[in-house]
């Protein structure tokens, strides 16, 4: 079941302290040119203090963080995070730098070991809730859609497919594989709450993390879902808005709010392949 495992791809660096400058350093220090996927066309200056300055070519927005080279990778940022979207830069001698910036991780562990423990049990579709019946038939999805920094500009391709099963009347639970990535998810429906629940570990190159979502009703077919436990920072939102036209097909569509601005969008189409094995 994919709903909200798009994530920001924000930064992290812990500080570089005030010793001088290595020689290797001081070959990176100046001015550098690219484009972040959620802050678009950028001139980035590397300054001597270790100081980075981002400017947002389109927008002017400017960001200030701190610089670290490890090899020939700068990186820029200073929080614990982890997961990199890079991007290649050369200075004005042509020396390829790699600058990149992180998503941040959260593992909570009682989590992971719920969804993996629903994950391994047999599919089981006696007695299902009626709630939970919405979320389509048991089997092999595919999942395909573009992603993109805003709705207009939604050209990257996603291609994933997952496994989707039942599991003790009331949950659904996933398993979604991307090309370096999976995660396992688990949905159900709180009666007390009248309210969608979702859960969701995944496991990355760069680490593993969980998040949780909260769904509600808004039409007979359709859920909206918000991120409640997540590695976004306070006051930012991830929300989806997800159509279940019929059992064997869902579409869904997603945005990232970062200080009130979009930073990411995308939509998906899910279709029901086959059945389980």
């Not at 020689?23 to 300054?47: M, Q, W």
């Not at 006051?235 to 064997?248: P, R």
């Amino acid at each position: 079941m994919r709903i909200l495992i798009l994530l920001p791809f924000l930064l992290l660096l812990g500080g570089c302290g005030n010793a001088p400058l290595s020689d290797a350093e001081k070959k990176v220090v100046g001015k550098y040119a690219g484009s972040f996927f959620f802050f678009g066309p950028a001139e980035i200056t590397l300054n001597e203090d270790r100081t980075a300055t981002i400017v947002n070519k389109q927008s002017g927005e400017i960001i200030t963080e701190k610089w670290k080279l490890n090899g020939e990778k700068v990186t820029i940022g200073e929080s614990n995070w982890s997961l990199d979207s890079a991007l290649n830069l050369w200075n004005d001698d042509g020396l390829a730098v790699t600058l990149y910036r992180q998503m941040p991780f959260a593992m909570n562990k009682d989590t992971k070991e719920f969804v993996l423990g629903l994950w391994a049990q047999p599919n089981d579709e006696a007695d299902l809730m009626e709630e939970i019946t919405l979320m389509g038939k048991s089997g092999i999805w595919t999942y395909s859609g573009v992603v993109g920094p805003n709705k207009n500009e939604m050209v990257d391709s996603i291609d994933e497919k997952s496994i989707e099963k039942y599991v003790d009347r009331r949950y659904r639970v996933s398993k979604t594989i991307r090309e370096d990535s999976v995660t396992y998810g688990v949905v159900t429906y709180d009666v007390k709450k009248g309210k969608y629940h979702y859960w969701d570990y995944s496991e990355t190159p760069k680490g593993d993390y969980t998040q949780e979502s909260s769904g509600q009703l808004t039409g007979a077919q359709s859920i909206e879902w918000k991120t409640v436990v997540s590695p976004l920072k306070k006051g930012d939102k991830m929300s989806s808005k997800v159509l279940y036209k019929t059992d064997k097909r869902v579409e869904s569509s997603s945005e990232l709010l970062i200080e009130g601005e979009i930073r990411m969008a995308s939509k998906t189409i899910g279709i029901w392949s086959e059945g389980l094995p």
